[in-house]
T-cell receptor, first 110, second 117 residues
Framework: SQQGEEDPQALSIQEGENATMNCSYKTSINNLQWYRQNSGRGLVHLILIRSNEREKHSGRLRVTLDTSKKSSSLLITASRAADTASYFCATEEYGNKLVFGAGTILRVKS | GAGVSQSPSNKVTEKGKDVELRCDPISGHTALYWYRQSLGQGLEFLIYFQGNSAPDKSGLPSDRFSAERTGGSVSTLTIQRTQQEDSAVYLC???????????????FGPGTRLTVL
């Protein structure tokens, strides 16, 4: 079963704009992770935020976590065409397995 | 490179046949995971190996699916009597150690695209 639900399902923006994707989940978690998947390529880990953290930055990425609302957001600033990909949130539960959402398809137009 | 490798990259089979998918994790990674990704969907957990512990098979969709990990390294996912609904990309990942509250990045292979005709 899917834990994370991403919103929106698809997002199309112009290069240079910011992109925001949201993720909601249902159960208690150890951490929440965001992954990127380019067409025809594997998943790449972007950033992890622990359950006791509220915000984390990595380059042009900013992730927030609100455990009271069981939600997270991923912000990509100053988007580039190369950011075009599917983005997945994944929650880590007991046993270390990741539970993924269905993903947000981001298209950055140049 | 030293990443996770999977073979074959593509597999086309006929309904009812058995298939074996292989995963070579990153050297030294004690944890290995299999996931399945159907078209346009997120990843679905299948099975998790950690060291010599009994694997977590809670995600396997039916008894036609099985996996083994030999010598704590290479893993094989076997699907018996394949069905059309088994068509998907099967992804393998490995990580250094179980996390608890510690960081646990999973490194993914490129996947095997399975098509059951």
């Amino acid at each position: 079963s899917q834990q994370g639900e991403e919103d929106p399902q698809a997002l199309s923006i112009q290069e240079g704009e910011n992109a925001t994707m949201n993720c909601s989940y249902k159960t208690s978690i150890n951490n929440l992770q965001w992954y990127r998947q380019n067409s025809g390529r594997g998943l790449v880990h972007l950033i992890l935020i622990r359950s006791n953290e509220r915000e984390k930055h990595s380059g042009r990425l900013r992730v927030t976590l609100d455990t009271s609302k069981k939600s997270s957001s991923l912000l990509i600033t100053a988007s580039r065409a190369a950011d075009t990909a599917s983005y997945f949130c994944a929650t880590e539960e007991y046993g270390n397995k990741l539970v993924f959402g269905a993903g947000t398809i981001l298209r950055v137009k140049s | 490179g030293a990443g996770v490798s999977q073979s074959p990259s593509n597999k086309v089979t006929e309904k009812g046949k058995d298939v074996e998918l292989r995963c070579d994790p990153i050297s030294g990674h004690t944890a290995l995971y299999w996931y399945r990704q159907s078209l346009g969907q997120g990843l679905e957990f299948l099975i998790y190996f950690q060291g010599n512990s009994a694997p977590d098979k809670s995600g396997l969709p039916s008894d036609r699916f099985s996996a083994e990990r030999t010598g704590g390294s290479v893993s094989t996912l076997t699907i018996q009597r394949t069905q059309q609904e088994d068509s998907a990309v099967y992804l393998c990942a490995s990580s250094l150690a179980p996390s608890g509250m510690s960081y646990n990045e999973q490194f993914f292979g490129p996947g095997t695209r399975l098509t059951v005709l």
